[in-house]
């Protein structure tokens, strides 16, 4: 496994695979490593000659009062799992390598982040797409991974790579969790033992609604309040949103008529963590 730690250098190890015509995969990560990342790249080396994983905390997605500082970091721990995983190359740019002094250019996520986590986290989606398009731009990848976890980022990111023509294919892959449903997450490692079983309120929500919906509940604004009243049960947990939308607008959803999605965001403590779940109405 080769550590590039520039542009450059990812031009150079990629150039004789590009020669080769070998099928190229990128996986973003912030590493702090978990099974989560490792479902992605899995499903990357499944589908491609040549895996890229890319470890970078990128500071413009953090707004000023957010965790960037404490944001959980072990380097040479995730070079370990890489390996181990038969990872080709792993992407380690500096802060200084992905931001050259002076650099002025972003890029806007359009009305898709303006909503939901763009209503709390204003700028986040700048940060967000600004960083993968420079790792689009580096890694040059045909086929690119992502949690479905990240559910907004995810379709904001296939806006941006379609808007802008981007050569690449993005790949939605579902949420990993724990045997107790809690999604997993690098964050979850700010809980304690209290708010870590407080955080299956997220989970046990989002299967609430999913089994109503099941069962022939069509009126979003009721399955909204279930997420609601459920995450207002628990004393540890403080709700950010709860909301019922189009899987591919995110608009809000009056009835569930088409491919539907419920997200939350929910404070356990001082950590927040989000989560969500297809609604998928019985015929």
């Known amino acids: 496994m080769e550590q590039l730690f520039t ?12 020669l080769d015509d070998k099928t190229v995969a990128l ?14 790249i899995r ?5 491609a000659e040549y895996v890229v994983v890319s470890i970078f905390v990128n500071p413009i997605q953090f707004g000023p009062t957010e965790d960037f500082d404490a944001y959980p970091r072990d380097v040479p721990a995730d070079l370990e799992v890489l390996d181990a995983e038969g990872v080709d190359a792993v ?14 250019t972003t890029v806007e996520p359009g009305p898709l982040g303006d909503v939901l986590e763009g209503l709390t ?4 989606f700048s940060g967000v797409c600004t960083v993968v398009a420079k790792l689009f731009s580096a890694v040059r990848p045909d086929l690119a991974f992502f949690g479905e976890k990240d559910f907004q980022q995810l379709a904001i990111l296939r806006r941006m790579a379609d808007d802008l023509d981007m050569p690449v294919r993005l790949v939605g892959c579902p949420i990993v969790r724990e045997p107790d449903g809690l999604a997993l997450s690098s964050r979850n490692v700010y809980l304690s033992a209290p708010e870590r079983e407080a955080a299956t309120v997220l989970s046990r929500a989002l299967a609430t609604v999913a089994a109503a919906v099941r069962v022939g509940e069509r009126d979003a604004r009721a399955l909204c309040a279930m997420l609601e009243t459920t995450v207002a049960e628990e004393p540890l947990a403080a709700l950010d949103y709860a909301a019922i939308v189009d899987a ?5 959803l009056s009835e569930i008529d088409r491919e539907a999605r419920a997200l939350l965001a929910v404070r356990i403590g ?11 109405p019985t015929a």
């Open 43 to 47: 499903a990357a080396k499944a589908r």
């Open 121 to 124: 986290r204003p700028g986040h």
């Open 7 to 18: 542009q450059e250098e990812v031009h150079q190890a990629l150039h004789p695979v590009r």
């Open 270 to 280: 001082s950590t927040r963590l989000i989560d969500n779940a297809p609604l998928v």
């Open 91 to 104: 992407y380690t740019p500096s802060v200084e390598t992905m931001y050259k002094p002076g650099s002025a």
């Open 248 to 252: 591919r607008t995110l608009g809000e």
């Open 27 to 40: 996986v973003p990560t912030m590493g702090a490593l978990h099974d989560g990342h490792l479902s992605l």
